[in-house]
């Protein structure tokens, strides 16, 4: 459970690319910020505004500063509207976290593919496989070259990063970097949602447990079946109550509605924050967040979307 929650200053306002800032976060009293390893993000609590979650793209070894970029999106719930039109150099912002559902494993080579804003946390990856001495390649695009964001950070790595402007070269080639399996090589892949797919695609014949991705929105509804949900107890160990969850609800609401204190955020599977221990029973997941080798332990499960695979949870709330 995430404890850490403060008020820190945008120390810095900067603009990484076009529609693409990157704000530097301190303690107003200089206090030193929890630890964070590459692959984690944090909650940003904009008064007014929707919370968002945005990856940690700074130095892990800094603890006095985190850096996050946001990218404006038009069509999206107004939290990065907010940053871009709101908050500026010595703004007050209220965090939470830091979380990582997107942790690096040893691995003596890597293959890290990068769509748009994705390449936030793979960023502090690329210098944490760059100091373990490990073999990578960074495979990066986006719509234009002004629009992809720390290419001036990513010339140090030279001809390991390949950048793929989408209106020069074309989409990225998946076939040539992923078409045949590669021995002890893990692939992290972020970006947007028809990327991940693409991926995933293209690694389905690699070992297991090689690839992994982050996603900033939930997976294709037709891959999170709800036709034919029907209701299920679930025991809360802790708070000692038994509760119904209907048909036609969630987990997360039905504990809500019963006064049940609990931590969540973007109600759709992806970010995280309501993960929930699994005491007896075996969830139906509909996340977009654990990997397939994780979802076969069954002791974790999402409970804003995920569901029970049978009549009883326990969960550790």
Request: proline share 8%.
């Amino acid at each position: 459970m995430i404890s850490y929650e403060a008020q820190l200053v945008v120390e810095q306002r900067d603009l990484a690319a076009e529609g693409v800032v990157v704000l530097t976060l301190r303690h107003p009293l200089g206090e030193e910020l929890p630890a964070w390893e590459p692959g984690a993000h944090i909650d940003v609590l904009p008064a007014p505004g929707p919370e968002r979650q945005y990856s940690l793209c700074g130095d892990p070894a800094d603890r006095h500063e985190w850096r996050v970029a946001v990218l404006r999106e038009p069509a999206g719930r107004g939290g990065s509207a907010h940053v871009h039109e709101q908050v500026e150099a010595g703004s007050k912002v209220r965090v939470r976290g830091p979380r990582n559902h997107f942790a690096l494993e040893p691995s003596p080579r890597y293959l890290f593919v990068a769509g748009g804003i994705g390449i936030t946390p793979i960023l502090p990856m690329l210098a944490a496989a760059e100091a373990a001495g490990a073999d990578w390649t960074l495979l990066y695009g986006g719509r234009t070259r002004a629009s992809m964001a720390f290419t001036e950070e990513l010339r140090r790595y030279g001809d390991k990063v390949r950048l793929v402007p989408q209106d020069e070269s074309g989409l990225l080639d998946l076939a040539s970097v992923l078409g045949t399996p590669r021995p002890d090589t893990l692939v992290y892949c972020c970006g947007p949602g028809p990327l991940l797919d693409a991926v995933e695609e293209r690694c389905a014949g690699w070992p297991a447990g090689s690839l992994h991705v982050e996603r900033f929105q939930p997976k294709p509804p037709e891959v999170q079946e709800t036709d034919g949900d029907t209701e299920f107890e679930v025991v809360l160990r802790r708070s000692g109550r038994t509760l119904t969850v209907p048909a036609d609800a969630s987990v997360l609401d039905t504990v809500l509605d019963a006064g049940v204190d609990v931590l969540y955020s973007c109600t759709e599977g992806t970010c995280g924050t309501c993960e929930t221990d699994v005491l007896e029973g075996v969830p139906d997941h509909r996340d977009s967040v654990l990997a397939e080798d994780e979802r076969e332990t069954a002791d974790t499960m999402f409970i804003c979307v995920s569901r029970c695979r049978g009549k009883r949870l326990v969960l550790d709330l």
